[in-house]
C-alpha cells in the first residue's frame, strides 16, 4: 500500500480527483486541435502526397511515444496506408543499442529503410530525447517529411528545428502531453487517409 497511498483515499476524493484530470484533459484537447488545428490540416496534405507518390510513415519514440509510434502504424496501416514503426523490432533495437548506442537506434533504421519521399514522425513529451533527435536529424539528411510531436515547450526539437512540422502541446504533465498527442495523430491520420487516395 505505500507504493500506492492513494488506494487509501476516501473514494469521493479520488473520483474527484479522476473528475478534474479528465476535464484538464478535454480542455487541453480542445485547445490544441483549435490552436494548432490549421498546421495539421497543412501537414497532413504533406504527407499525403508523399505517401501518394510511393512513400512510407516510419514512426518512433521511447517508453509510452514507443506504444504512441505503434498506434500511429496501427492507424495508417488500418487506412491501407503504409506505416512502420521503428520501435517494434525489439531485436533490432536492442542489438543496436547494445553493439552501437542508443542513440542510434531510430537514426541508423532510417538510414536503412528511409529516403526521400518518406515521412518521419517523432514523438516525444520532452522533445529532447537524443535517439528521436538524431532520428530526425537523420531523416532530414534523407531529404524526408518530418513530422514532431512534443510537449513541455517542445525541447531541443523546437529549438533545433528538427521537424518541418513540430506540433508542441503546451503543458508540462507527461499524462496529459501524450492524451493531447493522441488526439493530433489520429486526426492526423484521419485527414491524411482521406486525401491520400
Do not use: W
Not at 533504421?109 to 522533445?127: E, F, I, R
Amino acid at each position: 500500500m505505500t507504493l500506492y497511498p492513494f488506494l487509501r483515499r476516501d473514494p469521493l476524493d479520488v473520483t474527484a480527483s479522476t473528475a478534474a484530470k479528465a476535464r484538464e484533459s478535454l480542455e487541453l484537447r480542445l485547445r490544441v486541435i483549435d490552436e494548432l488545428g490549421p498546421a495539421l490540416a497543412a501537414c497532413a496534405v504533406e504527407v499525403a502526397a508523399a505517401l501518394r507518390g510511393g512513400g512510407r510513415l516510419f514512426a518512433f519514440g521511447n517508453g509510452g511515444s514507443s506504444t504512441d509510434a505503434e498506434s500511429v502504424a496501427g492507424l495508417f496501416t488500418a487506412a491501407g496506408l503504409p506505416a512502420i514503426s521503428l520501435a517494434c523490432d525489439t531485436a533490432l533495437v536492442t542489438a543496436l543499442g547494445n553493439d552501437v548506442g542508443f542513440e542510434v537506434v531510430f537514426a541508423r533504421q532510417l538510414a536503412a529503410l528511409g529516403g526521400p519521399g518518406d515521412v518521419a514522425l517523432a514523438l516525444s513529451t520532452s522533445g529532447g530525447s537524443p535517439n528521436v533527435l538524431r532520428g530526425l536529424a537523420e531523416a532530414a539528411r534523407l531529404g524526408m517529411v518530418t513530422v514532431g510531436f512534443a510537449g513541455s515547450g517542445g525541447g531541443r526539437m523546437a529549438q533545433d528545428r528538427l521537424a518541418g512540422h513540430l506540433f508542441v502541446v503546451p503543458s508540462s504533465s507527461v499524462h496529459r502531453i501524450q492524451e493531447a498527442q493522441a488526439t493530433l495523430y489520429q486526426l492526423l491520420a484521419e485527414l491524411v487517409s482521406a486525401d491520400a487516395r
